[in-house]
């Protein structure tokens, strides 16, 4: 058996930055992910004039709970969704002019859900160059909140900024949900809020969110999910054993799921109450399977590139979401099975993979950090597969290469 270490969660990570820049005084949080991601919204948050100390398993954060210390910033939010969502939010409960951009892969990125939603709440912002897309400035003067509507289609982060935003309004906010994805991200973001003191509650796809304050906490952030699922996987089509501790039956984040897929192809899996142990078939041949993922779509590219390895075809469905990512992960995952030799077949939201056995190629990265890390596991099973963007993993994994080096090294595979 083999213990991987995986990093703290960037989901998780970046709504306690949030929880803890709006709370009532200073909030510890233990083992949170650093990575260019939440570097860029630690950097996005002193910029709006919060106050962080960070040691490398500790970062503290002094809370505002009316809103930036400056009356007037440029926010510079690099490739991070979250930090593209969330702080434009947290500003708006603020007073001052505040302007946020971000690169060009996330000016693509889709924003106008949550735009218009805050623009429906009363706040002045103004799409500086394509409406619904960064960048855009925010002249803030708090938010009175109330009712609002809300298309959470695309991206569930669009959700969860307007409930972190809730216990800052003055009235405090109902959020009307016309559709959803990614629920299980939105449970985290419920849970967070309750512990550092909010009152959230939903009936269905409204939810209701009362004016109050946070109030600091001292939190442990637990492994990434979305992270541990490519060694999860490494071990389902190798036949090792490998456990990731601190994931357990309690954790919070969904895409701990993706175990259960390993299980229906045929892999074992043992859930403990604080670790989850996968260990592959013997003779590495996994089954076909048909799974909606529509919840866990972040480890959609993990499937679809250990899915050459089944027996059977592999059908991935309800993921269209995934396309409005940091690239279109079902066509970069269509073309780079191509690329190996692997047949594949794609529609609007589903993707199809037949056993293959994939021949060594170049895998076109399209700077996500998920494609690169995905491929890298067929690697493990398919000499000659290289990237063209290895570095794009520091954005949630900067440790990533090492870490599967590691494992080729301990399992004794061939490079």
């Known amino acids: 058996m083999t213990v991987v270490d995986i990093p703290g969660s960037k989901s998780i990570t970046a709504r306690a930055l949030f929880l803890a820049a709006a709370a009532h005084g200073t909030t510890t949080l233990h083992r949170p992910l650093f990575s260019d991601d939440t570097d860029g919204f630690v950097e996005g948050l002193r910029t709006l004039g919060y106050q962080l100390a960070q ?11 009316h809103g930036p210390a400056v009356r007037d910033a440029d926010v510079f939010c690099r490739d991070g969704a979250t930090t593209s969502r969330f702080l434009p939010t947290l500003a708006a ?43 855009i400035t925010i002249r803030a003067a708090g938010v009175k909140g109330g009712h609002v509507d809300l298309d959470a289609g695309l991206s569930s982060q669009f959700l969860t900024a307007l409930l972190l935003l809730g216990p800052l309004t003055t009235d405090g906010l109902t959020i009307t949900v016309k559709d959803l994805v990614s629920k299980p991200y939105v449970d985290i973001t419920l849970a967070m809020m309750r512990r550092f003191g909010a009152t959230v509650d939903h009936d269905g796809y409204i939810f209701t ?105 592999v059908r991935i469905e309800d993921v269209y979401n995934t396309r409005v990512k940091e690239c279109d992960r079902l066509d970069a995952c269509a073309e780079n099975l191509q690329a190996l030799a692997v ?73």
């Open 55 to 65: 040691e490398e398993q500790l970062w503290r954060i002094e809370g505002r709970p």
């Open 93 to 135: 409960a603020g007073d001052g002019v505040f302007r946020f951009d971000a690169s060009a892969q996330m000016r693509r990125r889709p924003l106008g859900p949550l735009t218009q939603a805050l623009r429906d709440l009363g706040v002045d912002l103004t799409h500086e160059g394509v409406d619904g897309h960064h960048p």
């Open 209 to 313: 969110v009362a004016s109050g304050s946070y109030q600091a906490a001292d939190y442990l952030i637990e492994p990434d999910a979305s992270t541990a699922s490519y060694v999860l996987a490494a071990a389902a089509i190798t036949g090792r054993t490998v456990t990731v501790p601190g994931l357990g039956s309690q954790a919070l984040q969904g895409d701990l799921r993706f175990a259960g897929v390993l299980e229906q192809m045929g892999a074992t899996v043992d859930l403990s109450l604080d670790s989850v142990t996968v260990t592959g078939p013997n003779d590495g041949k996994l089954r076909g399977v048909t799974v909606n993922m529509r919840d866990i779509s972040d480890t959609m590219p993990t499937l679809a590139a250990i899915a050459p390895f089944a027996n059977g075809p």
């Open 343 to 415: 047949p594949v077949a794609t529609g609007r939201d589903w993707i199809e993979i037949q056993p293959a056995q994939p021949a060594s190629t170049h895998i076109a990265c399209h700077g996500d950090h998920r494609i690169a890390m995905a491929f890298s596991i067929t690697g493990l099973r398919v000499p000659g597969v290289t990237l063209d963007d290895p570095g794009c993993v520091t954005k949630t994994f900067p440790s990533f290469h090492e870490t599967m080096d590691t494992l080729r090294r301990t399992w004794n595979l061939s490079a």
